[in-house]
C-alpha cells in the first residue's frame, strides 16, 4: 500500500471513529420516567392491547428490554438509587427508606411518627431507626411538608459533634447528576418526599431543580389542574387518608410530577415561575400504577398479569400523561436530541390474587425474640438485632424446624454465613440488616386491606418494565437477555457522551452499558 493509500484509508478509520463518538453526543437530554410497580409483563401486555397508545408509539423506536431486574431489594430508595448511581445496596448504603443503623444516635425531638428523640440521647444513645421518608417533614400533612425537612427530626453523627444526618449525606456514592453538574449541565428531580433530595449525592448539590410534594399529606384541590379542583374523591381528603388512599387522587398528585416535567421541557423550573435550560437528565415518579396494584378492589384479575377496571385506569392515566410530555418535547423541536427512559424503581408481589397471604407486622419482633432491634416488613422482612454477635442464638428460632421459617412466611432466609455471602457482613457494616426474608409469593406484612407490597425479593417485586426510546432506532427491539437497572445510570451518561465511570458505584460493581443502545 502506497502512502496516499495508506492516508486515505487512516482517514476513513478516524472519520469512522469520530461518527461512532459522536452519535451519543446528539444526545442532549435524558428523561428518566419511573412508574413504581410497573412490572415487565405490563409494558407488555399494554402495548399489545393499545396499539395506539404512547408506549406502543414510543416502543415503534426503542429498545424493550424484557428481563430486566432490580438488582436487590425492590423498596423506592435502594431501587432509585440503582438507576442514578449504578449501584446495589452493598454500594450505595440504601436498602430502605427506613431502616437502623448501629452507629448513629436517635434525632434531636421526638418525631410525628414517635420516633423518641432527645438532646440527651447524643451521644449516650448509640443505635437508631434512620427514617427517611415523610416523618423528617416538619408536617408531613401539607403537600410542601410544611416547608421541607425539619433538621431536628434527623438521626444524628455522634462522631461529628451530634451533627444531623440528611438525606443525601446518607447515599454512599455519587450520582448522575453530580457528574452531570460537574460537565456544567442543567439537571432535575421530582419526587414523592422532600426526602428525595438524597438524588442531590453526597454533595449536595446533584440536582438543580429538585421537587418533592409530599405524597402522605392531606389530599387538598389542586387549582389549574383539570378535574382536581374540587378533587374527584372528596371523601378521601381527611386527615387520616393520603393520596395514595383513592385511585382517583392519585393521578391528582401524580400530575403535579407530570406538570413539573412539561414546565422543564419548556425551559421553565418545575413550577414555571423561572426560566431555566432544559435539564440534560431529568425525571420523576408515578405513584398511580402502584397504587391501582395495591388498593382493596383493584389490583389484577389473574396470574397473566390481566389488570382489573382500576388498575387499568391508572395505566391509562400514565400512558396518557406520558404522551403529553412527549407533545411538549416536540413542540419545543426537542425530538431528535432527547431520549426517553421508562422503567421503574419496584415492581409489585403478587400479581396472582388467588396468593394474597397476610402475616401480622408484629411476627418478626416475636419470633427473634429478645435480640430483636428493629425490623422493616412489607412483603418481604429486614431484621435488625441489638448486636450481630447476636445471630448464632436468634438462627435456631428461624429453622422450619422450630416453625420460625413458616410463621415469617419464609421461602429463604438469609442469614450467617448466607446473608454475608450474598451482601455485607453486619459485624462490619452498620447499616446492613442481620436477617433478611425472602417470602413466599404472595406474603404481605399488613393488618390491612392492601392486596400487594414491594420491598421483597420476589419475582413479582424485582422484575420490572425498561424501555429505551429515542432517535438512533430504526424499528422496535425487543431484547431478551438479562439486564440489572442499575445499567441504566452508566447508559444515561454515555448517551450524553459523559464517561459512565465518573460514577463510583460503577468502577466498584463493574455495571456496563445497557446493550443494543444506538
Same mark, same amino acid.
Given at each position: ?11 476513513? =478509520? ?17 428523561? #428518566? =420516567? ?43 430508595? /435502594? %431501587? ?74 434527623? /438521626? ?7 451533627? &444531623?444526618?440528611? /438525606? ?32 442531590? %449525592? ?76 432544559? /435539564? ?34 391508572? #395505566? ?30 419496584? %415492581? ?33 422482612? #429486614? ?32 442469614? %450467617? ?15 446492613? &440488616? ?41 424499528? &422496535? ?17 454515555? $448517551? $450524553?457522551? $459523559? ?14 452499558? #445497557?446493550? $443494543?443502545?444506538?
Amino acid at each position: 500500500m502506497n502512502l496516499l493509500n495508506r492516508f486515505l484509508v487512516l482517514c476513513a =478509520i478516524a472519520a469512522a471513529a469520530a461518527v461512532a463518538t459522536a452519535e451519543p453526543h446528539q444526545i442532549k437530554h435524558v428523561l #428518566l =420516567i419511573s412508574v413504581d410497580g410497573l412490572h415487565s409483563i405490563d409494558v407488555s401486555n399494554y402495548i399489545a392491547a393499545n396499539p395506539s397508545s404512547t408506549l406502543a408509539a414510543l416502543a415503534q423506536h426503542g429498545i424493550r428490554y424484557d428481563n430486566a431486574y432490580i438488582p436487590s431489594l425492590s423498596d423506592s430508595f /435502594p %431501587g432509585l438509587a440503582a438507576l442514578i448511581t449504578g449501584g446495589s445496596p452493598v454500594t450505595t448504603g440504601f436498602w430502605y427508606d427506613v431502616t437502623y443503623n448501629r452507629k448513629l444516635s436517635p434525632p434531636a425531638m421526638t418525631t410525628p411518627y414517635g420516633i423518641v428523640g432527645g438532646a440527651g440521647l447524643c451521644p449516650s444513645v448509640i443505635g437508631t431507626q434512620v427514617g427517611f421518608d415523610e416523618e423528617v417533614d416538619n408536617n408531613y400533612l401539607q403537600l410542601d411538608g410544611g416547608g421541607g425537612i425539619n433538621p431536628a427530626y434527623l /438521626p444524628r453523627d455522634s462522631t461529628k459533634g451530634c451533627a &444531623p444526618v440528611w /438525606p443525601h449525606s446518607y447515599l454512599r456514592v455519587n450520582t448522575i447528576f453530580e457528574v452531570a453538574r460537574a460537565a456544567g449541565l442543567h439537571t432535575a428531580w421530582t419526587d414523592k418526599h422532600p426526602s428525595y433530595e438524597w438524588t442531590n %449525592g453526597p454533595s449536595g448539590r446533584g440536582v438543580a431543580d429538585f421537587y418533592g410534594p409530599e405524597i402522605n399529606s392531606i389530599p387538598v384541590a389542586l387549582p389549574g389542574i383539570a378535574g382536581c379542583n374540587p378533587l374527584p374523591d372528596p371523601a378521601n381528603a381527611t386527615p387520616d387518608n393520603a393520596w395514595t388512599d383513592s385511585i382517583q387522587n392519585i393521578r391528582c398528585y401524580d400530575t403535579l410530577h407530570v406538570n413539573a416535567a412539561i414546565n422543564q421541557v419548556n425551559g421553565l423550573t418545575h413550577d414555571g415561575s423561572h426560566k431555566a435550560p432544559v /435539564p440534560a437528565i431529568f425525571g420523576f415518579n408515578f405513584q398511580a400504577v402502584s397504587v391501582g396494584e395495591k388498593l382493596k378492589g383493584n389490583g389484577y384479575e389473574d396470574q397473566w398479569g390481566t389488570p382489573s377496571a382500576g388498575l387499568k385506569s391508572e #395505566l391509562d392515566f400514565v400512558d396518557n400523561s406520558i404522551g403529553r410530555i412527549w407533545n411538549a418535547i416536540k413542540a419545543a423541536g426537542l425530538e431528535e436530541s432527547t431520549v426517553i427512559i421508562v422503567t421503574a424503581k419496584h %415492581g409489585q408481589s403478587p400479581i396472582d390474587p388467588a396468593k394474597v397471604t397476610k402475616i401480622p407486622g408484629s411476627v418478626p419482633a416475636t419470633v427473634v425474640g429478645s435480640s430483636y432491634a428493629y425490623d422493616l416488613s412489607d412483603d418481604g422482612s #429486614l431484621i435488625w438485632l441489638n448486636h450481630p454477635t447476636d445471630i448464632d442464638s436468634v438462627l435456631p428460632n428461624l429453622t422450619e424446624a422450630s416453625g420460625g421459617e413458616a410463621q415469617l412466611g419464609g421461602q429463604e432466609i438469609f442469614a %450467617g454465613p448466607t446473608l454475608i455471602n450474598r451482601w455485607d457482613d453486619p459485624a462490619v457494616d452498620e447499616r446492613t &440488616p442481620d436477617i433478611i426474608v425472602k417470602v413466599n409469593t404472595g406474603v404481605i406484612f399488613t393488618g390491612g386491606s392492601k392486596i400487594a407490597e414491594h420491598g421483597g425479593l420476589n419475582e413479582d417485586d424485582i422484575h420490572v418494565g425498561l424501555l429505551v426510546s429515542g432517535p438512533g432506532v430504526e424499528k &422496535p427491539v425487543v431484547f431478551k437477555g438479562n439486564v440489572s437497572t442499575a445499567q441504566v445510570a452508566p447508559s444515561v451518561l454515555w $448517551l $450524553l457522551g $459523559l464517561d459512565p465511570n465518573r460514577l463510583q458505584a460503577v468502577r466498584k460493581e463493574g455495571t456496563h452499558v #445497557l446493550p $443494543l443502545l444506538p
